[in-house]
């Protein structure tokens, strides 16, 4: 099984920048594809960024340019650079990897509890 911690989010002015990092930990054999998804009050949970294992990004259009998604392989780390923040940003940001815990088991979508991120104007 597939744990994953997020941090790095808070309270920032528009404008400002954060950095989110999700650490996956656990029985892992292979990290595929990662990605940051967001989820406002009352909206819909959506792809921020996406990132896959031979490292071709993705991601939406709204935060094009501002945001960078990366990943760390040997340390299981995913990080979220964020710049140029927007009120419209406030959410809680969710880290989702798609992994393997051994070769003889299929691949399993797993899920952070999400870190919170303000952006006021």
């Known amino acids: 099984q597939v744990q994953l911690v997020e941090s790095g989010g808070g309270l920032v002015q528009a404008g400002g920048s954060l950095r989110l990092s999700c650490a996956a930990s656990g029985s892992i054999f292979r990290i595929y594809a990662t990605g940051w998804y967001r989820q406002a009050p009352g909206k819909q949970r959506e792809l921020v960024a996406a990132i896959t294992d031979d490292g071709i990004t993705n991601y939406a259009d709204s935060v094009k340019g501002r945001f960078t998604i990366s990943r760390d392989n040997a340390k299981k780390m995913v990080y979220l650079q964020m710049s140029s923040l927007k009120p419209e940003d406030t959410a809680v940001y969710f880290c989702?990897?798609?992994?393997?815990?051994?070769?003889?088991?299929?691949?399993?979508?797993?899920w952070g509890q999400g870190t919170q991120v303000t952006v006021s104007s």
């Open positions: 989702n990897v798609d992994a393997r815990t051994t070769i003889l088991v299929p691949r399993v979508i797993s």
